[in-house]
């Protein structure tokens, strides 16, 4: 499982208990984070670009989370409720890794 760096913040932003808000960042400091550097922000760019011209909106946000999962060949999953994202690889090896 990989966590995109936004993730974690959006995860944080919400209201939770000072308890719960520890255990959420312990547990968050245990996994990998999807790596993001400049050539991968251009594919964020160039894929919310790519479904503007199909009609479909997409923030940045959401757009990084997805290429996230396209740069990993991740699966993506998505609680709704809380609009958290995870990604699993089928290959992952790394500790913690649910997959």
């Given at each position: 499982m990989y966590l995109p760096p936004v993730v974690a913040s959006e995860?944080?932003?919400?209201?939770?208990?000072?308890?719960?808000?520890?255990?959420?960042e312990e547990f968050l400091l245990t996994l990998p984070l999807c790596q993001a550097d400049i050539a991968?922000?251009?594919?964020?760019?160039?894929?919310r670009n790519s479904l503007a011209a199909k009609g479909l909106s997409l923030s940045t946000p959401d757009a990084h989370v997805a290429q996230c999962?396209?740069?990993l060949g991740?699966?993506?999953?998505?609680?709704?409720?809380?609009?958290?994202w995870w990604l699993v690889t089928p290959s992952c090896r790394c500790s913690g890794c649910e997959s």
């Open positions: 995860l944080l932003s919400g209201r939770m208990a000072e308890r719960a808000r520890g255990e959420l991968h922000w251009l594919r964020v760019g160039r894929l999962a396209l740069d991740a699966d993506l999953l998505s609680q709704t409720q809380s609009s958290a």
